[in-house]
């Protein structure tokens, strides 16, 4: 490019001292001048143009391409609407010039081919930095999972092992004397439970009939229709008939059957409930339910305290056992996890390298080994 600007300035200047032919007919000679003083001025332009730039950076090349091309574009035009009168009349300079222009748009080719080349070529290393950097991180996420995970199995292992260990441990005993014994209070247990469920509902079967009766005299002894002694205790009694019987009945119901007459009751209803009164006031059929039920729950109180002593090294094998296979289930998913991120991790991996391993051979022309080294500002 140098020597081209050099040589357009040297035909430019053999131009300018050229001599037209003295048989040159004037117009035409007129025209030849004219066109000579076009071509001096825009050709000279572009003489200056092309002289290459300090730097050669791909910045500064691409730069200087850009303003060559638009150069040489400008002084063709100029130079082609010229040529006619100038070959004409300048024919050997004419010539020169239309060479020097041809030399210069090979080599803008050349030079845009090259430039061109090693933007694809600076775009392959960004590309190969990058997918560098994704290595290095993707191989220490996988140093790190693999040892997390690593971890994990060893710790699903020894669960597993003592899950093996508590569960024989559990039924050595189940079968022994105190598994036997433990499991005889527990029936006896649930027996008693039972006794008490049964009669706390007859205690509510022998409540039910006077649930119209406690209604109402609850109603009217809070709005003072009737002044109540035992107001609280009929209420709880219509309520909770098992925490009523904590304290006596036997005057809250009198206390109903004297007010019975007041409650507005349908005569073969208020019957009923008389009947039923005496009934429960004559022969104590609550409180001696209550009674039984508070002697079955002081038995099932003693069962209690004696299966808690007899099973409390079962009981404590089964917490055990329990817990540590919690802690299987919890474990199991998070490892199952683990393994599917580090197998989609190395899969990635893979996939960079090989990319990265074609992008390089592509810059170098060649076969290359890569090799991954750790982070080191991870150490």
Known sequence: MDRIAQDLERDLESLSFAQPQENTPPRLLKAGLAARSEVLKHIGTLARKIAPPEKTDIESATQY????????????????????????????????????????SRLLVELEELTAGKRREREEIWFCRDLAAKLRQETAQISDLSAETAKAEERLAQLREAEARLDAGQQKLERSDAGRRSRELEQLLDQKNDEMRQIEAQMTDLVAPLSKALDRIVKQGACDRLSLQYRQRLEQLSRTP?????????????????????????DRKKEKTLQHLDHLIQDKTLQKLKSRHREINSQAGLLKVQLEEAGKGLRQCKDDLASHRREIRRLEPELLQSRDSLAALE????????????????????????????DASRE
């Open 347 to 374: 899969s990635s991996l893979s996939q960079h390298q090989a990319e990265l391993q074609e992008r390089m051979e592509k810059i170098a022309g060649h076969p290359v080994k890569i090799e991954i080294q750790a």
């Open 65 to 104: 391409h850009w303003t060559a091309v638009k150069g040489l574009g400008t002084a063709v035009s100029k130079f082609g609407r010229a040529q006619r009168y100038m070959a004409a009349v300048f024919p050997a300079e004419s010539e020169k010039i239309n060479g020097d222009f041809n030399r210069l």
């Open 242 to 266: 098992l925490e009523a019987l904590d304290q006596d009945v036997a005057e809250p119901l009198q206390e109903l059957r004297q007010n019975l007459a007041v409650l507005g009751l349908k």
